[in-house]
């Protein structure tokens, strides 16, 4: 993947704007290594801290909350660098379901504390007009002592961002989620972004669940790109740490939704299925049923239990084969 379609842009803007924030921040995530200061495993480093730094380095608690998040997640994503790069088709039917919640909705909402990576990079560039994509990590607010699921939209330019907030009910639903940070706030983002309409943001963090989702579903459509070679100097791959040099070579990109994705654009331009004759009215076109959830948990009760999550694929309604029966799409790997 080419440097100009990932973060890094942005990523390298922060150390220009306020040198040395990285290395600070990495002083707070190692206190907490070393057990001078405690937040729960899951979160790396709570926007709390990254807050607190920018406060101390002259700006104001409201400007500091409203560029708190931009930071923690180009530092959190640089750690690891990694990019889930969307086929345009799946995304758009992901969205889609935003439209019926039912199956998402009764979802445990611990399956967005267990990303795969502690942050990722979701890059969408065709779903939301003027995005690229969003960075997607588990919060922990020190003020709130809850979990939280932190979402910064990134511009088509690699310069801006849009943040937003749920609040994760312990042991509740995703629907109960909504519920308690639409009371708590009454939208889905942070106090300086409201001047967006609360339908929309709503909208776009519901979206970000149903993608953050199907990266955790154990049949997902995803398969790592080639990585650049890098050549390593002499001694280098002896050294316990390896240096972050924010380049392009650091970055792994994952496609999701190759086959899946073809998949659904071959039943969106399927042909008619009948031809109308007289008396029959007219033909019905072939058509996609929406996708949804599928989950259950896997291991005896008197053990620990993994929820497993399954996507089921959308289905083709009047197949062009001329039939009636309905046709489910089955990416083969």
């Not at 929309?200 to 993608?211: C, D, K, P």
Request: glycine share 6%.
């Amino acid at each position: 993947m080419k440097d100009r379609d990932t973060p890094l842009r942005i990523v390298r803007m922060w150390p220009k704007m306020m040198p040395g924030c990285y290395e600070v921040l990495d002083t707070c995530r190692d206190a907490k290594a070393g057990g001078e200061i405690s937040w729960p495993d899951y979160c790396i480093l709570p926007i709390n801290a990254a807050a607190t730094y920018l406060c101390a380095s002259s700006l104001s608690p409201v400007e500091a909350a409203a560029v708190a998040a931009e930071l923690t997640a180009c530092y959190l994503w640089r750690q690891s660098k990694i990019i889930y790069s969307y086929d345009a088709a799946l995304a758009a039917t992901l969205a889609e379901q935003v439209d019926d919640t039912e199956d998402t909705d009764i979802l445990p909402s611990d399956l967005l504390l267990h990303l795969p990576h502690a942050c990722v990079y979701i890059k969408a560039p065709e779903l939301i007009e003027h995005l690229d994509g969003f960075f997607a990590w588990a919060d922990y607010d020190v003020n709130r002592h809850g979990a939280e699921l932190r979402i910064s939209w990134l511009a088509d330019d690699m310069q801006h961002t849009f943040s937003q907030v749920l609040h994760l009910v312990p042991g509740g639903t995703i629907a109960e989620c909504v519920d308690d940070t639409a009371k708590t706030t009454g939208e889905y983002c942070e106090l300086s972004d409201r001047e967006a309409p609360a339908v929309e943001v709503a909208r776009m963090m519901l979206t970000a669940i149903q993608l953050l989702l199907y990266i955790t579903a154990s049949n997902a459509d995803i398969d790592e790109q080639p990585r650049q070679s890098v050549a390593h100097p002499v001694g280098a791959r002896h050294k316990k740490t390896v240096d972050i040099t924010d380049k392009a070579s650091e970055v792994r990109a994952f496609d999701v939704g190759i086959r899946v994705g073809a998949a659904i654009r071959k039943a969106a331009d399927a042909p008619t299925a009948h031809t109308a004759t007289a008396g029959s009215g007219a033909s019905k076109r072939p058509h996609l049923r929406r996708g949804h959830w599928h989950h259950y948990w896997q291991g005896r009760k008197d053990e620990e239990r993994r929820l497993i999550l399954k996507w089921t694929a959308p289905t083709v309604i009047h197949p062009d084969q001329g039939g009636t029966d309905d046709v489910v799409i089955f990416p083969v790997k």
